[in-house]
């Protein structure tokens, strides 16, 4: 099937090649907000801003993908730390807690929008000075939102998950059945089965 990914995230593009989808790759350069009522409303409304820019490029005849993801700690972002110090800062905070990882999509495709926001649990073991500052030193946690990558070394530090392996890695899968059926997008009966996609565990 053809669609477009609003997102140059190569984990997300890497996410839908995984479910047999080769999407064209037009970047959004919209304004992303920074902050929000809530989470869960910041994360919507960045995802509708990034797939309006692109459909005022490209159109859509072809579905229109776009995504925003962040990592939330009793309702507190935590970005992408950019420094070391950020990074162990935001890891202690992490260390021995449950936090949400929440992604908002919007689906463009011939005059219809549909929208969803997915929110993942995972739950980080109690860390050590020495592991987390072993882990800083990779260089890993900085450009990562929560200064941690599931899909990398940090699975380590992760005991257990609730929701969606693929929303913490930055893009939730099984969403989109859903998603292009109620589009038309394609028959339900070519689409990849994405059951593997609801077991256990930044984008």
């Known amino acids: 099937m053809e669609l477009i990914l609003a ?9 839908l090649r995984q479910i047999g989808v080769e999407p064209k790759v037009v970047v959004s350069h919209s304004e992303e907000e920074k902050t929000a009522v809530s989470p869960a409303a910041l994360v919507q409304d960045n995802a509708l801003a990034k797939g309006r820019d692109v459909v005022q490029k490209v159109g859509d005849r072809v579905p229109v993908l776009a995504a925003d ?3 939330a700690l009793e309702g507190h972002i935590l970005g992408k730390p950019g420094t070391p110090e950020k990074a162990r800062a935001m890891l ?11 992604t908002g999509l919007a689906l463009f495709y011939r005059g219809k929008v ?20 072993q882990y800083t030193a990779t260089g890993e ?5 929560g200064a ?19 929303n913490v890695v930055g893009l939730p ?31």
């Not at 946690?141 to 939102?145: N, T, V």
């Open 92 to 102: 202690h905070q992490l260390s021995g807690r449950t936090h949400q990882v929440l």
């Open 148 to 166: 941690y990558g599931i899909q990398g070394r940090a699975a380590l530090f992760i005991p257990s998950i609730r929701g969606s392996y693929s």
């Open 173 to 203: 899968l099984a969403p989109l059945r859903t998603i292009f059926a109620e589009l038309d997008v394609t028959p339900n009966d070519t689409l990849p089965d994405t059951r593997n996609d609801t077991g256990g565990t930044a984008s």
């Open 69 to 71: 993801t962040v990592v």
């Open 141 to 145: 946690p900085l450009d990562k939102a």
């Open 7 to 15: 997102s140059g995230s190569p984990r997300r593009l890497e996410l």
């Open 114 to 133: 549909w929208q969803h926001v997915e929110v993942t649990e995972v739950t980080f073991a109690r860390l050590t000075d020495r592991e987390i500052e």
